[in-house]
């Protein structure tokens, strides 16, 4: 689809959506896209983990437990035949979430394409918000649509949890407090595809803590392209306010964060639905339609060996 096709696409739809007709239309395969695409885009959970597309709200993913073996047999012995082994599935069951916006029934014909583009960018960006936060630091108590799920920072709370951790207790965060979890996931084999995030208070003193040490060229870099592997031994660095920032205890208003690292490939599994729904509901006295956007997607942590907490990490 050329880009005058997208954008008839898209001046039918907003045309619809502020009209008075019952009949309201099939979602335009424009529209839907550019939800997905967006969410896609700008969800940095998304980037880091591995994201399904979803045939039915439950789904079983499965995670390897070991490889092959590598065998160096003596003439005529035959190789003991070896298998894949998988751990238990994943099971991924998916919640709906649901982003709302208003558009004024007063819009010129002009500026509804524009109007509604900016709504489905709008909802896309609210969606991608709430799925990087159950990602990095949902309850699990689904007491909103931030908690759906458990997430990274609070994988010490699952069930018989190998999640490793080191509390700084207040400490700026430092280049020995990262290759020391580095380390401790490399020596349980995690080393190709591990992932620091961390929130901008924290890097903070990172930075700090780099420049301090003759690295104020690397210390940038940090912030602005996430490519320090050379010094950390990590794939990507991810800065990011989802993760959560809170007081160090009930009488000490010190605010820390935790930093996560772990293995993009091993910690966890997402997934979605690719089905958009889009629903309407106009008030007329106040001139506002009010449009609403669903998905449904899923989170679960699939090895929690493969994460390392650097917990209370000073973040102011």
Not at 117 to 135: G, Q
Not at 182 to 205: C, W
Not at 272 to 286: H, N, P, Q, S, T
């Amino acid at each position: 689809m050329n880009f005058r096709e997208a954008q008839q696409e898209y001046l039918r739809f907003g045309k619809a959506l502020l009209s008075g007709d019952s009949n309201f239309p099939e979602i335009p395969p424009a529209v839907a896209s550019d939800v997905f695409d967006t969410f896609i885009e700008e969800s940095i959970a998304a980037k880091i983990f591995r994201f399904i597309t979803m045939g039915s709200d439950v789904v079983k993913f499965y995670v390897k437990g070991a490889a092959l073996n590598v065998y160096a047999p003596t003439e005529a012995s035959p190789v003991p035949e070896t298998k894949l082994t998988f751990e238990p599935p994943v099971v991924l069951e998916a919640r709906e979430v649901r982003a709302v916006s208003r558009i004024s029934d007063v819009a010129e014909e002009e500026s509804v394409v524009d109007l509604v583009a900016m709504t489905v960018e709008d909802m896309a960006r609210s969606i991608a918000d709430a799925v990087d936060k159950n990602v990095f630091r949902g309850t699990g108590d689904g007491s909103d649509a931030y908690n759906l799920f458990t997430g990274l920072q609070r994988s010490t709370t699952l069930p018989g949890s190998q999640t490793q951790t080191l509390d700084i207790a207040k400490a700026p965060l430092t280049v020995e407090h990262i290759n020391k979890a580095v380390a401790s996931l490399e020596e349980l084999g995690y080393r190709d595809d591990l992932v620091m995030i961390i929130h901008p208070k924290t890097a903070l003193h990172l930075r700090n803590d780099l420049a301090s040490k003759g690295l104020e060229t690397i210390s940038g870099d940090i912030l602005r392209t996430g490519e320090v592997n050379a010094i950390f031994g990590l794939k990507k660095v991810y800065v990011t306010t989802h993760l959560e920032k809170r007081s160090y205890s009930g009488s000490d208003g010190t605010k820390v964060s935790d930093v996560i690292i772990c293995s993009s490939r091993d910690a966890g599994v997402g997934g979605y639905r690719r089905a958009l729904r889009i629903e309407r509901d106009r008030d007329v006295e106040a001139g506002l339609t009010k449009v609403a956007a669903s998905i449904r997607f899923a989170w679960r942590i699939a090895k929690t060996d493969a994460i390392f907490l650097i917990q209370n990490a000073l973040a102011e």
